[in-house]
């Protein structure tokens, strides 16, 4: 069983929707990142949590620590959130990372 | 302020060749960490340096091998080419020694035919 696994791996949306990404972890954190990745690779870092919740423009992420769960969230989709979204914990120094989720918002 | 830089951004190799991917983190970062990611897979770890020690190493075989220079720029060496090493590679820079963010660059593409 992977340490940090993430659902669901695909998810097509029409534009405006509200979705929300899920990342459960096994293992004990330091910190949780969610990580944006578009087609070449490019990764960029859209939150790091400890605790609670964060927003930034239409992106909110949660966690709950003693569950050992987290939630991303995009509200008002649009086209250009279309990319992989991952979900990494900060472990012992080292991000393990899941294996992401693939976001495709119509328009 | 210029971001992580990774050179090459392509590459492609033969079997059994070796290659070196270099990093350059962010003014200030002395924290660089390098990451595989197969096509349609999440990172793994491969190393983490600090001060030109390596503070982390990931499931990989010894063919990986990477050192940190006194500028805090960080080379990976890959020896004797496999086909399964083809391969996003990132590099990410970060403080040390408290809970920071991470900066990632835009990765070397290897491709090993």
């Known amino acids: 069983k992977n340490e940090v696994e993430q659902s669901p791996q695909n998810l097509t949306a029409q534009e405006g929707e509200f979705i929300t990404i899920n990342c459960s972890y096994s293992?004990?954190?330091?910190?949780l990142h969610w990580l944006q990745q578009h087609p070449g690779g490019g990764i960029v870092s859209l939150f790091m949590l400890s605790s609670g919740k964060k927003k930034h423009g239409r992106l909110i992420a949660t966690i709950n620590i003693q569950e050992k769960h987290s939630s991303l969230h995009i509200t008002a989709s649009h086209p250009r959130d279309s990319a992989v979204y991952i979900c990494a914990v900060r472990r012992i120094g080292k991000l393990v990372f899941g294996a992401g989720t693939i976001l495709r918002v119509k328009s | 302020d210029a971001g992580v830089t990774q050179s090459p951004t392509h590459l492609i190799k033969t079997r059994g060749q070796q290659v070196t991917l270099r990093c350059s983190p962010i003014?200030?970062?002395?924290?660089v960490s390098w990451y595989q990611q197969v096509l349609g897979q999440g990172p793994q770890f491969i190393f983490q340096?600090?001060?030109?020690?390596?503070?982390g190493r990931g499931n990989f075989p010894d063919r990986f091998s990477a050192r940190q220079f006194p500028n805090y720029s960080s080379e990976l060496n890959v020896n004797a080419l496999l086909l399964g090493d083809s391969a996003l590679y990132l590099c990410?820079?970060?403080?040390?020694?408290?809970?920071?963010?991470?900066?990632f660059g835009s990765g070397t593409r290897l491709t090993v035919v």
């Open positions: 293992v004990g954190i330091s910190a």
């Open positions: 990410a820079s970060s403080w040390w020694g408290r809970v920071y963010g991470y900066t």
């Open positions: 340096y600090y001060e030109k020690e390596e503070r």
């Open positions: 003014s200030g970062h002395k924290s």
